[in-house]
């Protein structure tokens, strides 16, 4: 059925359709309209059968998580940011125990300064803690999304964060195809865990275990991942069988056939950038896109095969490895290795900043020319940066950096000299 809704209300009226059998719910800006969404319809009787937990943080949210999910319970929970890093320690807990918990993160950068606008800082800072990460362009795919990743999950045992933009698609206003129960329920069968705790047949999870198993029982997570790998594409074909649309998989690649420039990104910046190449490939420019739907598990030899012929990529990412630069361009590196081409990391929107078509423009022309630096920040005001750096170095009390940049902007009043 086709509705007109928020990208958050979308998302939880999915994770309902999805049956969860326990919510824990932490409100954080901006996953807080998901958890909101499917609280009310628990209040109501809509969604059946589920206990809504209200926790008093985010590690408790997912500490709860662990216990529902290792109890046997279909478990869903949503965070952003701060929260993320909050439950890190629990996050490989949940991995690490092999829990098929379903996790929205709704991206947003982590501070210090404080920012509450979309990066994907968070997600990116648990790209090694164990639990597989996908990455939604739309609405429509962050709803299809948490679907698929209620049954990868519960296959593999082991956890899913879908990613999603945070107030750039939650709090976005389209219309998307919203699917029955009836499909739903045809696609995801009722949960049947690998491992549980019951009072009539104790065991113990989480042991303590030493170097004779420690490397053997990771190797096996990691494994996992790899079958993930070979399953996130056979459940998109099936998702698209019953669903009728093609949603999720490992990549996707737009005008991309003849393409000499590659750009490289994941999220909701991808239609920009699909915008930008359309007036690009009108001029005769040939450019075309990879877009990464599966960044853990990541999938190498999809990015190797779709980038193998172009003469330069460029990866846009939304994050930023200080000291050293790009963090999804280290990953595309990795899957071409000797391949001789150009490569060059931009690093774009990070704490909100918009992403314009005229900016990429300028960006995508000077990449066709090869005369883009290996590492370059789309849009850095370098006369702000410079005029702190300078202070710096005129004197040893110099101030917070952030809040010195802000008083040269005037968004704060400056301090009486």
């Given at each position: ?98 829990l098929p918990i379903v996790m929205t993160v709704a991206n947003r950068a982590i501070g210090s300064p404080i920012n509450i606008w979309n990066d994907h800082s968070d997600s990116l800072s648990q790209r090694d803690c164990g639990w597989m990460q996908l990455f939604a362009e739309t609405n429509q795919e962050a709803l299809d999304l948490h679907i698929q990743a209620f049954k990868l999950a519960e296959e593999l ?154 003469k330069r990529v460029v990866v846009l990412e939304k994050s930023l490895a200080v000291g050293k630069g790009g963090i999804v361009s280290s990953d595309v590196r990795m899957a071409l290795s000797g391949i001789q081409l150009h490569g060059y990391t931009v690093i774009a929107g990070l704490g909100g900043r918009a992403i314009t078509k005229k900016s990429l423009h300028a960006l995508f022309d000077k990449a066709g ?49």
């Amino acid at each position: 059925m086709l509705k007109q809704t928020e990208g958050s209300h979308a998302v939880a009226e999915a994770v309902a359709l999805c049956r969860p059998e326990v919510i824990c719910a932490y409100p954080i800006s901006p996953q807080t309209h998901i958890v909101e969404g499917i609280g009310e319809m628990v209040k109501s009787g809509e969604l059946k059968d589920c206990e809504f937990i209200n926790v008093e943080s985010e590690f408790a949210a997912m500490s709860v998580a662990i216990g529902s999910s290792a109890t046997g319970a279909r478990t869903y929970t949503a965070t952003a940011s701060q929260g993320l890093l909050f439950m890190a320690e629990a996050v490989f807990n949940a991995s690490g125990l092999g829990l098929p918990i379903v996790m929205t993160v709704a991206n947003r950068a982590i501070g210090s300064p404080i920012n509450i606008w979309n990066d994907h800082s968070d997600s990116l800072s648990q790209r090694d803690c164990g639990w597989m990460q996908l990455f939604a362009e739309t609405n429509q795919e962050a709803l299809d999304l948490h679907i698929q990743a209620f049954k990868l999950a519960e296959e593999l045992s082991l956890p899913v964060m879908v990613c999603m933009d945070g107030f750039i698609l939650t709090h976005a206003y389209e219309r998307v195809d919203m699917p029955t129960q009836a499909q739903v329920d045809a696609f995801l069968p009722p949960y049947v865990p690998r491992q549980v705790l019951d009072p009539s047949d104790p065991v113990s999870i989480g042991a303590m275990v030493g170097p004779e198993a420690f490397m053997e029982v990771r190797y096996l997570a990691h494994a996992k991942q790899m079958q993930a790998l070979e399953r996130i594409p056979e459940l998109a074909a099936e998702f698209k069988a019953i669903f009728g649309r093609e949603t999720g998989g490992l990549t996707h690649t737009y005008r991309s056939e003849d393409a000499e420039t590659m750009i490289v990104a994941m999220g909701s910046v991808l239609g920009t950038i699909k915008d930008t190449v359309d007036e690009m490939r009108d001029a005769g420019v040939k450019i075309g896109v990879l877009g990464i739907t599966s960044y853990r598990p990541f999938p190498l030899k999809n990015v190797r095969e779709a980038l193998k012929n172009a003469k330069r990529v460029v990866v846009l990412e939304k994050s930023l490895a200080v000291g050293k630069g790009g963090i999804v361009s280290s990953d595309v590196r990795m899957a071409l290795s000797g391949i001789q081409l150009h490569g060059y990391t931009v690093i774009a929107g990070l704490g909100g900043r918009a992403i314009t078509k005229k900016s990429l423009h300028a960006l995508f022309d000077k990449a066709g020319r090869d005369e883009l630096e290996p590492l370059t920040f789309l849009d850095l005001d370098w006369t702000t940066v410079n005029k702190q750096l300078e202070r710096e170095r005129s004197k040893r009390r110099s101030g917070p950096a952030a809040e010195n940049i802000l008083r040269d902007l005037g968004t704060v009043a400056s301090r009486i000299a």
